[in-house]
């Protein structure tokens, strides 16, 4: 079915167009974060690299509520051309900012693609009900979620290799316009999916009409409990991505190399995972194993925090090859990508059930409320980690890893209580129109 999927019309041109979206994001978060390191001292780095993230997710705060109501209330497929035909201009902007080294120019076009990101989300989510069969949502699912984490890595990687010395910007441009043009064209393709409430009111308020979805949310109990759900398994891979690198720089002294290895580690483990948890659903809305995988991510977690806990003080700098062949080295690895394919396994099927829960006419402002909802608790979760390493606190890192894989293991309590069961996604599916199925 997965592969299947691939070459439909139902599907790959927004397989593909979310692919591109995702790459581009984060080779331009990247190629910010380059010019800044080179460009800035090293003290005033950190802190404008942590904005060039805060400029990406702050729309989502202010326009999450706009993004829902546009994707319910107009044609999904004719408002995501218009938003990539945005977007081709805000490259522009990239491409300038980029080629006379303007931070300002750079953060701007972040901040834009945070927009038309934040305006897109509803629709790549809320359509796929739309066009796919109930058999095929949780592929569809682990399919774009699993090259969504595929090309976040690509971005990065790509953004990265801007910095260095022989890469000429006439390249980077090109690069940058290639993109850009390949996710426009791709998106064009994508099958029509009518309003089922056209003419739906736009509410002026837009941070109100953004909270509201949280709101929306929590008077269904299901969609409820399965937004956070989605939200946990963002909190804590953010947590932990944010955790794991300066612990394997603190406590085993590896470099920069081994950094990039880690963040490759985990996107493959996601990937595994949601793809994992879509051959496992054989057509299915499965929610009988979501708890026992919040419980495996807490146990990898907690193996991770003791590993490092317990490790001897760093005699110099590691490299990637001895790290890899390093004992603890390894058990990180095995951690990482254990957490991450736990992750999949999880996100995939709760995810795959509030979209099957959610009334067609309402289903792109209940994603946007799952957004908005994974934002605010990604916040939390940096918040208060970053609380508990102020200098007067200063928990160290490993019991930190070892605090949150516990409260994993809470929350597979909390979910193996409170998630339905696979038979209550089932009956509340809405199938799929005869018309959409025929765009095969």
Same mark, same amino acid.
Request: positive net charge; aromatic residues 10%; proline residues 4%.
């Given at each position: 079915?997965?592969?299947?999927?691939?070459?439909?019309?139902?599907?790959?041109?927004?397989?593909?167009?979310?692919? /591109?979206?995702? $790459? =581009?994001?984060?080779?331009?978060?990247?190629?910010?974060?380059?010019?800044?390191?080179?460009?800035?001292? *090293?003290?005033?780095?950190?802190?404008?690299?942590?904005?060039?993230?805060?400029?990406?997710?702050?729309?989502?705060?202010?326009?999450? +509520?706009?993004?829902?109501?546009?994707?319910?209330?107009?044609?999904?497929?004719? !408002? *995501?051309?218009?938003?990539?035909?945005?977007?081709?201009?805000?490259?522009?902007?990239?491409?300038?900012?980029?080629?006379?080294?303007?931070?300002?120019?750079?953060?701007?076009?972040?901040?834009?693609?945070?927009?038309?990101?934040?305006?897109?989300?509803?629709?790549?989510?809320?359509?796929?009900?739309?066009?796919?069969?109930?058999?095929?949502?949780?592929?569809?699912?682990?399919?774009?979620?699993?090259?969504? /984490?595929?090309?976040?890595?690509?971005?990065?990687?790509?953004?990265?290799?801007?910095?260095?010395?022989? !890469?000429?910007?006439?390249?980077?441009?090109?690069?940058?316009?290639?993109?850009?043009?390949?996710?426009?064209?791709?998106?064009?393709?994508?099958?029509?999916?009518?309003?089922?409430?056209?003419?739906?009111?736009?509410? #002026? =308020?837009?941070?109100? &009409?953004?909270? &509201?979805?949280?709101?929306?949310?929590?008077?269904?109990? #299901?969609?409820?409990?399965? +937004?956070?759900?989605?939200?946990?398994?963002?909190?804590?891979? &953010?947590?932990?991505?944010?955790?794991?690198?300066?612990?394997?720089?603190? #406590?085993?002294?590896?470099?920069?190399?081994?950094?990039?290895?880690?963040?490759?580690?985990?996107?493959?483990?996601?990937?595994?995972?949601?793809?994992?948890?879509?051959?496992?659903?054989?057509?299915?809305?499965?929610?009988?194993?979501?708890?026992?995988?919040?419980?495996?991510?807490?146990? $990898?977690?907690?193996?991770?925090?003791?590993?490092?806990?317990?490790?001897?003080?760093?005699? +110099?700098?590691?490299?990637?090859?001895?790290?890899?062949?390093?004992?603890? +080295?390894?058990?990180?690895?095995?951690?990482?990508?254990?957490?991450a394919c736990a992750g999949g396994l999880f996100s995939v099927p709760v995810f795959s059930a509030v979209q099957s829960w959610a009334a067609p006419e309402r289903r792109a402002r209940?994603?946007?409320?799952?957004?908005?909802?994974?934002?605010?608790?990604?916040?939390?979760?940096?918040?208060?980690?970053?609380?508990?390493?102020?200098?007067?606190?200063?928990?160290?890192?490993?019991?930190?890893?070892?605090?949150?894989?516990?409260?994993?293991?809470?929350?597979?309590?909390? /979910?193996?209580?409170?998630?339905?069961?696979?038979?209550?996604?089932?009956?509340?599916?809405?199938?799929?129109?005869?018309? !959409?199925?025929?765009?095969?």
């Amino acid at each position: 079915m997965i592969f299947k999927l691939l070459v439909t019309r139902r599907f790959a041109p927004l397989f593909w167009s979310q692919f /591109f979206s995702a $790459f =581009n994001e984060n080779l331009v978060r990247n190629m910010l974060a380059m010019i800044i390191l080179f460009k800035v001292g *090293a003290e005033q780095a950190g802190p404008l690299v942590t904005l060039a993230l805060a400029a990406f997710i702050a729309p989502s705060l202010v326009l999450s +509520g706009l993004g829902g109501q546009l994707a319910d209330g107009h044609d999904k497929a004719r !408002v *995501a051309r218009w938003l990539k035909l945005a977007e081709m201009g805000v490259q522009v902007l990239a491409a300038l900012g980029y080629w006379f080294n303007s931070i300002a120019a750079l953060y701007a076009a972040l901040f834009l693609l945070g927009l038309i990101a934040t305006l897109y989300t509803p629709i790549k989510y809320g359509i796929l009900p739309d066009h796919l069969r109930r058999e095929e949502l949780t592929a569809g699912n682990a399919l774009v979620e699993g090259a969504g /984490f595929v090309a976040i890595l690509l971005g990065l990687a790509a953004g990265g290799l801007t910095g260095l010395e022989g !890469v000429s910007r006439e390249l980077v441009t090109a690069e940058l316009v290639v993109v850009a043009v390949l996710c426009l064209a791709s998106t064009w393709f994508i099958p029509a999916a009518p309003s089922r409430v056209p003419g739906l009111h736009i509410d #002026r =308020n837009l941070v109100g &009409s953004t909270f &509201s979805l949280i709101g929306d949310l929590r008077r269904d109990r #299901r969609m409820w409990v399965g +937004g956070l759900g989605s939200g946990w398994f963002w909190l804590s891979g &953010s947590v932990a991505l944010v955790l794991v690198p300066v612990i394997v720089k603190q #406590r085993i002294g590896a470099g920069v190399e081994v950094e990039t290895a880690i963040s490759l580690f985990f996107a493959i483990g996601v990937g595994v995972g949601a793809l994992l948890a879509g051959w496992l659903a054989r057509g299915r809305i499965v929610l009988k194993h979501a708890p026992y995988a919040v419980a495996a991510m807490g146990l $990898f977690l907690l193996d991770a925090g003791w590993a490092t806990a317990t490790a001897p003080e760093p005699t +110099g700098r590691l490299s990637l090859s001895a790290f890899l062949h390093s004992g603890i +080295g390894l058990r990180l690895v095995f951690d990482l990508m254990g957490l991450a394919c736990a992750g999949g396994l999880f996100s995939v099927p709760v995810f795959s059930a509030v979209q099957s829960w959610a009334a067609p006419e309402r289903r792109a402002r209940v994603v946007a409320g799952v957004g908005v909802l994974n934002a605010v608790m990604m916040i939390v979760g940096a918040g208060v980690t970053a609380v508990f390493q102020l200098p007067g606190i200063a928990v160290p890192n490993p019991i930190l890893l070892l605090a949150l894989g516990a409260v994993n293991l809470g929350a597979a309590v909390y /979910f193996g209580r409170n998630l339905p069961d696979a038979a209550a996604a089932a009956a509340a599916y809405i199938p799929v129109d005869a018309a !959409v199925r025929a765009g095969e």
